[in-house]
């Protein structure tokens, strides 16, 4: 057999282009997906980690594109389940909640409104005890401020349970730095994976009023990153 030696021309060409191919594929679910990960931060803190990223403050009723909000398991006063159907907010919830109005001026992160799991999105039972929010698409990284999320109601106790894409991440009371209160800000949340399409957090057994403030959303998943090279720089290959 005769082996044909490769042009110079040609080993040049494949080694220009090698690094590019290897900076612009990647598999989802391959050994190389990244897991999930869920950052803790101080109130205050937070900027940094979003910065560039698209926030939805909830200062008006207009939401992002691509983010809907279901609110379901509902509990009223009593901490009895009612019949209420889940609600799923998209493009536009029903009004804002100014969070002094309902005696909590230090809840939002941003601005002076926020999102509130209350009945009509009000401070009002019934409270949903669990708060989805979806991405299509998905996210690669998405934070968010919770406020207001409190593990000792007077006589009552609940746990909250925090889930990314239908897995559950743990307690929330169990995250470095968590601190439960019921009139101020608990922590910013950043979350990153291959594909984030719903982040879900529950009051476990016990019904809480759970504020959400600065939704920053990152990049959509699979955007693949584009190579800086030229094509004039691989014409010049051949010159």
């Given at each position: 057999?005769?082996?044909?030696?490769?042009?110079p021309?040609?080993?040049?060409?494949?080694?220009?282009?090698?690094?590019?191919?290897?900076?612009?594929?990647?598999?989802?679910?391959?050994?190389?997906?990244?897991?999930?990960?869920?950052?803790?931060?101080?109130?205050g803190?937070?900027?940094?980690?979003?910065a560039?990223?698209?926030?939805?403050s909830?200062?008006?009723?207009?939401?992002?594109?691509?983010?809907?909000?279901?609110?379901?398991?509902?509990?009223?006063?009593?901490?009895?389940?009612?019949?209420?159907?889940?609600?799923?907010?998209?493009?536009?919830l029903?009004?804002?909640?100014?969070?002094?109005?309902?005696?909590?001026?230090?809840?939002?992160?941003?601005?002076?409104?926020?999102?509130?799991?209350?009945?009509?999105?009000?401070?009002?039972?019934?409270?949903a005890?669990?708060?989805?929010?979806?991405?299509?698409?998905?996210?690669?990284?998405?934070?968010?401020?919770?406020?207001?999320?409190?593990?000792?109601?007077?006589?009552?106790?609940?746990s909250?349970?925090?889930?990314?894409?239908?897995?559950?991440q743990?307690r929330?009371?169990?995250?470095?730095?968590?601190?439960?209160?019921?009139?101020?800000?608990n922590?910013?949340?950043?979350?990153?994976?291959?594909?984030?399409?719903?982040?879900?957090?529950?009051?476990?057994?016990?019904?809480?009023?759970?504020?959400?403030?600065?939704?920053?959303?990152?990049?959509?998943?699979?955007?693949?990153?584009?190579?800086?090279?030229?094509?004039?720089?691989?014409?010049?290959?051949?010159?």
């Amino acid at each position: 057999m005769r082996i044909r030696k490769m042009s110079p021309v040609l080993t040049r060409l494949l080694m220009f282009m090698a690094p590019i191919a290897a900076a612009s594929w990647s598999v989802p679910g391959s050994a190389t997906a990244i897991p999930i990960t869920v950052t803790s931060i101080a109130p205050g803190s937070e900027d940094g980690a979003i910065a560039g990223m698209l926030v939805e403050s909830f200062e008006d009723v207009n939401l992002v594109p691509g983010l809907s909000i279901t609110f379901s398991v509902w509990r009223n006063s009593a901490n009895q389940v009612t019949a209420n159907p889940p609600v799923t907010y998209t493009g536009t919830l029903p009004g804002v909640w100014t969070a002094s109005v309902a005696g909590f001026p230090s809840n939002p992160w941003d601005g002076t409104r926020a999102l509130v799991n209350g009945n009509g999105h009000m401070w009002a039972y019934p409270f949903a005890a669990s708060v989805e929010l979806q991405f299509d698409p998905p996210r690669t990284t998405v934070g968010f401020g919770l406020s207001n999320v409190q593990t000792d109601a007077g006589s009552a106790f609940t746990s909250h349970t925090l889930w990314v894409n239908g897995v559950s991440q743990g307690r929330l009371e169990d995250l470095p730095g968590w601190v439960s209160t019921v009139s101020n800000r608990n922590r910013y949340l950043l979350v990153t994976f291959d594909a984030i399409d719903s982040i879900v957090f529950t009051a476990d057994t016990h019904f809480d009023g759970m504020v959400v403030d600065k939704l920053a959303l990152g990049e959509a998943a699979g955007v693949v990153p584009v190579a800086t090279t030229s094509w004039g720089q691989v014409k010049a290959l051949f010159r």
